[in-house]
């Protein structure tokens, strides 16, 4: 009886001990999810628009929380180029077996006007499951996040087998005083890491409000402008000639709408094919595999390529945004002129792509000129750590989502740390529905279980990325 007796005590105090763990669990995992809230809603409140807005403020706040949560000051650093264009930079210390990872968000969001939302974007609003407010999804939730963790891992005492560094900085969405470019030519040393973490890239998608796949951004396209011109002596109205400034100019233009550059591949977008194959189903998933074979199969590269995302993953691409032309209604043209914007596929040139055009337009007359170089911004390797540690816990957490690796057919702060030699690996965290996408819209919004889940997932993937104690 005795035996008995013993032997049910201690079993009574596992399950004491282990329900009083998990309440201790349950009540740090709330704990954090209201700190995380607290400094998305600080965040969201400040308005940080490039007309009206202060970036230096956000960054402050970020580092008097940082320092309150026990960051000696000499690791958390709040600095700009101006009064209004602020980054903040915050470190913790590891153990120094491996070089630093660097996290990134941006402090900065496009305009809102009031009159075009039917709530306030500068208040967070908690509305039928989800936080509204310019900002929410872009990017000021992977500020929080990171925030919320670093000040967590500093509270536990983390000690990382590598540094950690978190940079929010300014005007990645346009403004005179990129926080990225600004960190690298000024003070590189804060920010110098083996590879970067963006939260502003590498989506995570639901479909029919369950998790379809989770992305890792690897590289993205290079932005350039260019115009093209046409000069012609003009005359009158009444003598029309078909040696017209409009004329040249829509006639190139007419010949570049029908012209596809080259089907190019790179390791993350062959990856992207393959995998996304396993995820469709019926004849576009069998388009996908066939798409990703070297070589690929050209019967479905030219039905892929039907689709504008597809399409934007395979090849350069080219398309005017803007034209203008002419001076007065009763006169001939001139001149005429128009910008041409491209992506340009990972690898490729800026004079190479001039090339292109020029060929494509096939007219002298036609002048093309680059408006601003782009940065060469070279894809990021799939490194095995990374994508692991990516896989470890986002398997852990949601069971059977695979990670796609993704190409950026727009442009986020990657490729200015890329460019400067960081490879940079995009992966956001929080999961969006791609139908819903309202980042630089009216009314932007995640799911608030979307973003609790986000500071979890960064959590878990920070100490899988460091080994530490």
Known sequence: MKLVSSL???LLSLLVTGATAATLLAQQTQDEHKLAHDIYKQLIETNTTESVGNMTTAANEIAERLRAAGFPA?????LGPDARHGNVVARIHGS??????LFIAHLDVVEANRA????????LTEQDGFFYGRGTSDIKDGDAILTANFIRLKEEGYKPDRDLILALTSDEEGGDFNGITWLLEHHRNLIDA?????TDGGDFQLKDGKPLLTSIQTSEKLYADYELKVFNKGGHSSLPSPDNAIYHLAGGLVRLSHYQFPVEFNETTRTFFERMSKIEQGTLASELAGAAKNPPDAADIKTLSES??????LRTTCVATRLSGGHANNALPQDASAIVNCRIFPGGTQEATEETLVKVLDDPQIKVTAVAPPHTS???PLRKDVLEADEKVVGEMWPGTPVI???ETGATDGYRLRDAGIPTYGISGVFIDMNDVRAHGRDERILQSSFYEGVDFFYKFMKELSTGN
Not at 96 to 101: E, Q
Not at 116 to 123: A, E, G, N, R, V
């Open 8 to 10: 049910s005590i201690f």
């Open 74 to 78: 000499s690791d958390v650093t709040a």
């Open 96 to 101: 120094g077996a491996r070089k630093p990872i």
């Open 116 to 123: 075009d939302w039917s709530l306030d974007p500068f208040k």
């Open 194 to 198: 083996e590879y970067c973490i963006n």
């Open 308 to 313: 504008l995302y597809y399409n934007a993953l």
């Open 378 to 380: 070279p894809a990021s």
């Open 405 to 407: 690796p993704t190409m």
